[in-house]
Every structure is written in C-alpha cells, then in structure tokens.
C-alpha cells in the first residue's frame, strides 16, 4: 500500500482529524516570525499570543506577520485551518478591509497562490475562526499569515490554538447515480437566474426572445433576518406564492422552473459564511420542514424542473450536521412525497468546482449535482481592479484551458459517477476587461460536457446585467454589447439542439 510520506507522518503521531485525515499545528510551534509593523509576540497565561495593534493614523497600511508552515501532510486533501482570536476594534466599514489570517506558497510556475479567511472583524472576546481551502497537490513549505489591513484596533492570535485538519475524505466511490425516464428524456436547459424579487410576464417574453428554456428561481433574504423563524416563514410563504404564479406563467413561453432556496434558514455566520443550521437542531429541522410542504405544494406541477435545497453551501470543518447530510435528508423527505422530482444538491465551498473532489453521490433517483463557476474570483468579481481576461492574473494565464481545469474535478465527478451536471451561476462583472470572452469560453466548456447552466443573473444588479454596460462608476442601458451577443449565443442553442 502506498501512502504519502507526510501523511505517514501524521499516522505515526496519531494525529487525524474527523474525517481520519492529518491534523495538527505544521510545525508553527518551532518556527521564527518575521514580524511587522505594529507587531509584537508575547507569553500570557501559559498562552504564546501574536498581538498586533493598529493606530487609527495608520490604518491604511498593511501590518502582516509571517511564520513558515508545512502542510505537505495536506497535498491533495481540503484543509480547514482555525485559531482563536481576540478583537478589539477591527470594526467593519465602508472602505476598511480586516483581520488577516491567511495561508500562501508557491505554483511550480512561480505564482503566489494564497487562502484566506472570510471577512473578520471585531470586536469580540476570544473566539475561533477558521476557513476550508484545497491544498494542491505540490504543496510543501508555505506561510501562515497573520495581521491587519487598511483598519485599525488590536488583535490578539492565540498561536497554541491553531490547527491544520482534514475534515473530508475525497471522492473515491464508483457508485453510479440512477434517473428514470422523466429525467433521462429532459432536453437539455439553458437559461438565467431569476432577478433577486418578482418577476413578470414581460420578463418571461423577454427571455423567450432570448432562447431561454430555464430559470432558477432565488428565494433571497439578507443573512441578518433569517434568524427569527417566525418572520422567516411569513417571508417564504409570500415567496412561495409568488412562485406559483410563475408555474401558470412559464409554460406558455417554454420555460422550465428550478425553486431555489437562496436563503437557507438561521442565515449564516458573517465571518465565514458557513450555513448556521449547520450547527443547530432548530434551523436543521425546519429546513428539512420547509422542503416537506415544498413538496407537498408542488407535487405533480409540471412547470417544476427541479428543488434547488439550499444555495451555495458552506461548512468550514467539524459540524453538528454536514452540509450533504442534511441536504440529503430534505432529500430523503422529499422523496417521501415525490418519488420522481429531481433533486438539485450542492458541492460545499459554495459550490466550488475544486469542491467536488469531496463532493458524495446521494443514493436516491434523479439527484443533480451543481457547481457555480466564477473562477477566477479576482478577475469575475473585480477583486484585483482592470484584471483581464484572457490574460495573467495573480500569476496564472487564464485563459479556456485554465477554465477546463478548473472544472475538471467536476467533469471528473460526472464521468464516475454518471452524473447529470448542473452549473447553477456563472458570470463576470459588466466592467470585467473581456467578461464577454469569459462567458462565451464557459458556455462553451459547459456545452462540450453536456451540461445544464444559467446565468447568472437576468435583470439583477447592475455587476451583472447584461442588459447594461459601462464602468464601475456608471453603467448605462444597452441593447447590443458583447456580454448579452455572448449570453444570446449560447442561448440560442436550445433553438437549434435538443
């Protein structure tokens, strides 16, 4: 049996996490610090601490420290990396970023390839924070990096808490999934997102002009007012109804319905975005709840493609219940009532592609498996402003074979396990230099491997309509520009193939 000489390591000291994959602290415990500005290492009360502590006349600067890690024990594996922190100050606003905990090595190429946390600010007493990210398989020798950026407040990193752990084992089943005829016979779809509100029939005309056969409807909430469950339910139920006027709508224009709950219940923690029924019975039960009387309601409506159980799911690591468990048993309630509508779950990440190298087939009929696809981030979501595509960004020439890798967990996925495919958003900002090269390369890609896709999203927000051009300052109305010829393009397809 072969095993690798890190994770042999890790067996020899007995040290795994949840899922029996490698765990502990990379030897950050040894290592020197390269401390920065503001920075300082003290002992408190048996505890090693990282302080660092920003005056508000420098908060535009850029306070990191850094310590060399190894995490080759975590080549190929997704890594949940946590430690426990105290803020003072470090508060959200317009134009500050936060506290940095982050992971960075280097590609074989040379490209600094870095992994981070949510948005993490203060204050708060002591208290753990932690993200997921897949470490690649040539990883070794990397850097933990801890400070502030562009704020200003103190933070204290306790360094004895932090930890490395594989939570999920990857995808090593060749089980098959299993459609019936209903499925198996369903022409391929193409469409968009719904708008975040209502829509209209004029909306549906619209799209019927375009060559849409699909829409996914998103029931969306902010995070905040989805914890009163009270409100919550008066919420859905006015969505719910509204939804089913859509399903008399639609048929007359050949369009095809996905209900999309984009607002799981209890909302999510504002510094990870992990799903907070995750880690509660009360959310976890109505949930499940919530896609019993779906169900029942919809039964036998022939407007329905599919049930879209939850929106891009997030599980950092350990949880009182896993995202594809508790996906599975609204599944499994479904089921119970509907032995045939599809089932739409979500690779963890929300929605990664890489995700998928973990991602489980659920052993019930007419399960699809759904990616979104906005890699790279820095590029679709303007994160790293003017970067362009095709072209370098953070170090790697992106371009439509960079896509076809990054999608190749989930094309893996597919040809395993005989998976029907399913990319529920994919787009690039209206002001992305080449957006319209980007969403024509995907529609592509998502056309070789015989993939459903929407867009995302008809009618939104300006970052993505492409009904608008312009800049990020001002967009203005348009009728005719390269984003929406791309969009039509691959439309268009359901005009002239099955």
């Given at each position: 049996?072969?095993?690798?000489?890190?994770?042999?390591?890790?067996?020899?000291?007995?040290?795994?996490?949840?899922?029996?994959?490698?765990?502990?602290?990379?030897?950050?415990?040894?290592?020197?610090?390269?401390?920065?500005?503001?920075?300082?290492?003290?002992?408190?009360?048996?505890?090693?601490?990282?302080?660092v502590?920003?005056?508000?006349?420098?908060?535009?600067?850029?306070?990191?420290?850094?310590?060399?890690?190894?995490?080759?024990?975590?080549?190929?594996?997704?890594?949940t990396?946590s430690?426990?922190?105290?803020?003072?100050?470090?508060?959200?606003?317009?134009?500050?970023?936060?506290?940095?905990?982050?992971?960075?090595?280097?590609?074989?190429?040379?490209?600094?390839?870095?992994?981070?946390?949510?948005?993490?600010?203060?204050?708060?007493?002591?208290?753990?924070?932690?993200?997921?990210?897949?470490?690649?398989?040539?990883?070794?020798?990397?850097?933990?990096?801890?400070?502030?950026?562009?704020?200003?407040?103190?933070?204290?990193?306790?360094?004895?808490?932090?930890?490395?752990?594989?939570h999920?084992?990857?995808?090593?089943?060749?089980?098959?999934?299993?459609y019936?005829?209903?499925?198996?016979?369903?022409?391929?779809?193409?469409?968009?997102?719904?708008?975040?509100?209502?829509?209209?029939?004029?909306?549906?005309?619209t799209?019927?002009?375009?060559?849409?056969?699909?829409?996914?409807?998103?029931?969306?909430?902010?995070?905040?007012?989805?914890?009163?469950?009270?409100?919550?339910?008066?919420?859905?139920?006015?969505?719910?109804?509204?939804f089913?006027k859509?399903?008399?709508i639609?048929p007359?224009y050949?369009?095809?319905?996905?209900?999309?709950?984009?607002?799981?219940?209890?909302?999510?923690?504002?510094?990870?975005a992990?799903l907070?029924?995750?880690?509660?019975?009360e959310?976890?039960?109505?949930?499940?709840?919530?896609?019993?009387?779906?169900?029942?309601?919809?039964?036998?409506?022939?407007?329905?493609?599919?049930?879209?159980?939850?929106?891009?799911?997030?599980?950092?690591?350990?949880?009182?219940?896993?995202?594809?468990?508790?996906?599975?048993?609204?599944?499994?309630?479904?089921?119970?009532?509907?032995?045939?509508?599809?089932?739409?779950?979500?690779?963890?990440?929300?929605?990664?592609?890489?995700?998928?190298?973990?991602?489980?087939?659920?052993?019930?009929?007419?399960i699809?498996?759904?990616?979104?696809m906005?890699?790279?981030?820095?590029?679709?979501?303007?994160?790293?402003?003017?970067?362009?595509?095709?072209?370098?960004?953070?170090?790697?020439?992106?371009?439509?074979?960079?896509?076809?890798?990054?999608?190749?967990?989930?094309?893996?996925?597919?040809?395993?396990?005989?998976?029907?495919?399913?990319?529920?958003?994919?787009?690039?900002?209206?002001?992305?230099?080449?957006?319209?090269?980007?969403?024509?390369?995907?529609i592509?890609?998502?056309?070789?491997?015989?993939?459903?896709?929407?867009?995302?999203?008809?009618?939104?927000?300006?970052?993505?309509?492409?009904?608008?051009?312009?800049?990020?300052?001002?967009?203005?109305?348009?009728?005719?520009?390269?984003?929406?010829?791309?969009?039509?393009?691959?439309?268009?397809?359901?005009?002239?193939?099955?």
């Open positions: 049996m072969k095993i690798k000489l890190g994770i042999l390591a890790a067996l020899l000291a007995g040290s795994f996490g949840a899922a029996g994959g490698p765990a502990g602290d990379c030897g950050l415990a040894q290592a020197e610090w390269k401390l920065g500005t503001h920075s300082h290492l003290e002992e408190r009360d048996g505890k090693r601490l990282l302080v502590e920003v005056p508000e006349k420098d908060r535009n600067g850029s306070y990191l420290s850094r310590a060399e890690i190894d995490l080759s024990p975590f080549r190929g594996l997704p890594t990396f430690m426990r922190v105290r803020i003072d100050g470090i508060e959200k606003e317009a134009g500050r970023k936060g506290i940095k905990f982050m992971v960075t090595y280097q590609a074989p190429s040379g490209a600094g390839i870095w992994h981070g946390g949510w948005g993490i600010y203060g204050p708060a007493d002591w208290r753990s924070v932690s993200f997921l990210s897949p470490i690649d398989d040539y990883t070794g020798k990397a850097e933990l990096v801890l400070g502030v950026e562009k704020n200003f407040g103190k933070v204290e990193f306790d360094l004895d808490s932090f930890r490395a752990e594989n999920f084992d990857l995808d090593q089943s060749s089980a098959q999934a299993f019936t005829d209903r499925v198996l016979k369903e022409k391929r779809l193409r469409g968009v997102m719904s708008p975040g509100g209502n829509m209209t029939e004029d909306d549906f005309r799209l019927r002009e375009w060559g849409a056969n699909l829409v996914r409807f998103q029931m969306q909430r902010l995070y905040q007012d989805c914890t009163d469950l009270d409100a919550y339910g008066r919420w859905l139920k006015g969505r719910l109804d509204h089913e859509l399903t008399e639609a007359h050949g369009i095809r319905l996905i209900l999309d709950l984009h607002s799981a219940p209890g909302g999510r923690r504002s510094d990870s992990e907070l029924m995750l880690h509660s019975e959310y976890a039960q109505y949930f499940v709840r919530i896609w019993e009387e779906i169900a029942r309601r919809f039964k036998g409506n022939p407007a329905v493609f599919a049930y879209d159980l939850v929106n891009e799911p997030y599980q950092t690591g350990a949880a009182r219940f896993d995202y594809l468990e508790l996906q599975k048993r609204a599944a499994e309630a479904i089921r119970r009532i509907d032995p045939e509508v599809p089932i739409i779950v979500e690779a963890n990440q929300l929605a990664a592609p890489v995700a998928f190298r973990y991602f489980r087939l659920l052993e019930l009929p007419n699809v498996y759904q990616a979104h906005y890699v790279p981030e820095s590029f679709t979501h303007q994160n790293t402003p003017g970067s362009r595509y095709p072209g370098v960004i953070s170090g790697i020439e992106w371009n439509k074979e960079q896509l076809r890798h990054t999608l190749e967990p989930v094309r893996r996925f597919q040809q395993r396990h005989g998976a029907r495919i399913y990319i529920g958003e994919f787009s690039a900002k209206t002001w992305a230099p080449g957006a319209e090269r980007y969403i024509a390369d995907c592509s890609l998502f056309e070789e491997y015989g993939w459903d896709w929407s867009y995302h999203a008809f009618r939104e927000a300006r970052s993505w309509n492409v009904e608008l051009e312009g800049t990020q300052e001002k967009t203005v109305p348009s009728a005719d520009n390269p984003r929406k010829k791309a969009l039509l393009e691959g439309l268009g397809r359901n005009l002239v193939t099955p």
